[in-house]
């Protein structure tokens, strides 16, 4: 059986859930209800609600050993709520510190974070909302153009369907890819206020990113301010000059010969390298 209690910020009192706690069975569910109550009209409302679902054989350090012992899960809840009348949403004045976001280059998994300021110069709080469209990529692009050259050879193989298929599922697991997220994506700023949000970018393979986040200002069409996204993700890679090979000009035995060789990084991220000399070589 486990438990689950909610938790009401202090400055969240136009909310709250019902029932406040409740303990669920093995393989069952539980329905709360959230309550909205604001009191002052033409107002904005959000806030963040946080269930901390736990087992029950945790309530008590008697019940449990540090093997067994598993902390409570936090599950939060973002809200919001208005108070305006239909069509009653004033013109936001909101800014972007800046409407272009690149991404230091990073490895493949690796994640890379921006920050980027929204301001209410208006004397009204202002509700925010950003979503990112799909991110674009060149390995799709290329996919595409692959898959156009598969569609005009489907026209005269007969077997055309099946690389269709195979290419269609392959080209839609790479758009379904979330390479670029945001925190908060949502919330409210008062009035001469600042929201900071942080961006993630986050690849999954050696190739340059693109999207575009849109902040949705009170939920209007017509206030929606467009941030462009850029990463590049990067392999490790060297270039080494006359592909990999130094020749020396002949010499006397005992004497030395030096010379030098050009090796090259073609990626934007800093590599460390050491040169590894074969043991029967190491004293010439």
Same mark, same amino acid.
């Given at each position: 059986k486990a438990a689950a209690v909610? %938790?009401? @910020?202090?400055?969240?009192?136009?909310?709250?859930?019902? @029932? =406040?706690?409740?303990? +669920? %069975?093995?393989? !069952? !569910?539980?329905?709360?209800?959230?309550?909205f109550k604001p009191g002052t009209p033409n107002r904005? /409302? /959000?806030?963040?609600?946080? $269930?901390?679902?736990?087992?029950?054989?945790? %309530?008590?350090?008697?019940?449990?050993?540090?093997? !067994?012992?598993? @902390?409570?899960? $936090?599950? =939060?809840?973002?809200?919001?709520?208005h108070t305006f009348p239909p069509m009653g949403f004033f013109t936001p004045d909101g800014h972007l510190n800046k409407h272009a976001i690149t991404f230091p280059a990073c490895h493949p998994s690796e994640q890379n974070h921006q920050?980027?300021?929204?301001?209410?110069?208006?004397?009204? @709080?202002? &509700?925010? &909302?950003?979503? +990112?469209?799909?991110t674009v990529s060149q390995h799709d692009e290329e996919l595409k153009k692959t898959r156009a050259v598969r569609e005009q050879m489907s026209a005269i193989l007969d077997d055309g369907s099946g690389i269709m298929d195979s290419m269609g599922g392959t080209l839609q697991a790479a758009e379904s890819r979330i390479i670029f997220t945001c925190f908060p994506s949502s919330g409210v700023v008062p009035p001469g206020g600042q929201q900071l949000i942080a961006f993630r970018f986050q690849p999954q393979m050696a190739t340059t990113y693109r999207a575009r986040a849109r902040c949705r200002l009170n939920r209007m069409d017509s206030a929606v301010l467009d941030v462009a996204l850029m990463g590049q993700s990067f392999n490790p890679r060297l270039l080494l000059a006359d592909e990999g090979s130094i020749f020396f000009k002949p010499s006397h035995v005992g004497s030395t010969a030096t010379r030098n060789y050009m090796i090259e990084n073609p990626s934007r991220i800093a590599l460390t390298f050491d040169w590894q000399i074969a043991q029967r070589h190491g004293g010439v």
């Open positions: 909610w %938790r009401v @910020p202090l400055d969240g009192a136009v909310w709250a859930v019902d @029932p =406040p706690s409740a303990d +669920i %069975r093995p393989f !069952s !569910s539980q329905a709360f209800k959230v309550v904005f /409302y /959000y806030t963040t609600l946080e $269930c901390y679902v736990f087992y029950k054989t945790m %309530r008590s350090f008697r019940l449990v050993n540090e093997v !067994s012992f598993v @902390p409570p899960t $936090c599950l =939060p809840l973002h809200v919001h709520g920050i980027l300021m929204l301001s209410n110069t208006g004397g009204q @709080p202002m &509700h925010w &909302h950003i979503t +990112i469209d799909s």
